[in-house]
């Protein structure tokens, strides 16, 4: 129960740093959310959002730091 209770604040620690450098990226101008590759679709009653080039950018920044972490780390 010890090792459930100390993954969970590790998540909840987790998310709480993505959401922080969110909103300090919103708050600094950076484009997530509208890089090209984002796509949006507006219906009458449904609006639909796919951000396929920011998930691609997050990815290849995330790749790079922890392949520089792990390396690093050897």
Same mark, same amino acid.
């Given at each position: /129960?010890?090792? /459930?209770?100390?993954?969970? @604040?590790?998540?909840?620690? !987790? &998310?709480? @740093?993505?959401?922080?450098?969110?909103?300090? #990226?919103?708050? /600094?101008?950076? *484009?997530?959310?509208? &890089? *090209?590759?984002? $796509?949006?679709?507006?219906?009458?009653?449904?609006? @639909?959002? $796919? *951000?396929?080039?920011?998930?691609?950018?997050?990815?290849? @920044? !995330?790749?790079? #730091?922890?392949? !520089?972490?792990?390396? &690093?780390?050897?």
């Amino acid at each position: /129960m010890v090792e /459930m209770g100390k993954a969970l @604040v590790g998540l909840g620690l !987790l &998310l709480l @740093v993505v959401g922080a450098g969110l909103i300090l #990226a919103g708050r /600094m101008g950076w *484009p997530l959310g509208r &890089l *090209p590759g984002d $796509f949006a679709w507006k219906g009458k009653h449904v609006q @639909v959002f $796919f *951000p396929l080039g920011t998930s691609i950018a997050i990815s290849i @920044v !995330l790749t790079i #730091a922890l392949w !520089l972490l792990f390396r &690093l780390r050897r």
